[in-house]
């Protein structure tokens, strides 16, 4: 089965630092998620992206769904110690089923 | 609202043996999934349903089956147990009207090991 290629695999990065990671897939979205995963729980949704070439934040979080509609980007600014976590990617097609395709995860570890 | 739960957090099972992953939501959700998260890696679709008595396989659904005899609960079973299905097991939901797809929230998830 596909899984979306997700980067980087993991990073460690100073307080205070941006973050930046992306998804990219040989396949068409036509949404784009971005969910946060910490220890032992279940992923938690941060971003949806409904259209390609749109632009949407949370917070310190931004996100952007390609206008191919074959990628994402998730950055992450000003990075703080309870950002640690890993995040994902997840694009979905719509089809009957509302099925998700999951990226591999970004491991992020923040130093204070 | 307590979203979507799963009994139990943790179990050990032997080769062979069989069990229930239980799965719940409140969200009145029509769309409910299992995925499996094997250590490093995204999650992979088990098994979906799209509506009460509607269920239908993903992307590895051997070793696995389920039911949906009502709108909140979605069981997951695995029958003979094998080393491969050790993994962290999570329920998720979400829904879907006039082909309009909602986000799909998830569970806790269930960590199985089977030794």
Known sequence: GQQLNQSPQSM???EGEDVSMNC???SIF??????????GEGPVLLIALYKAGELTSNGRLTAQFGITRKDSFLNISASIPSDVGIYFCAGQRGNAGNMLTFGGGTRLMVKP | NAGVTQTPKF???KIGQSMTLQCTQDMNHNYMYWYRQDP??????????VGAGITDKGEVPNGYNVSRSTTEDFPLRLELAAPSQTSVYFCASSYRLAGISYEQYFGPGTRLTVT
């Open chain 2, 11 to 13: 179990r050990i099972l």
């Open chain 2, 40 to 49: 490093g890696m995204g999650l992979k679709l088990i098994y979906y349903s």
């Open chain 1, 24 to 26: 990219t897939s040989s």
């Open chain 1, 12 to 14: 460690f990065i100073q």
């Open chain 1, 30 to 39: 036509n949404t784009w998620l971005w969910y946060k995963q910490d220890p």
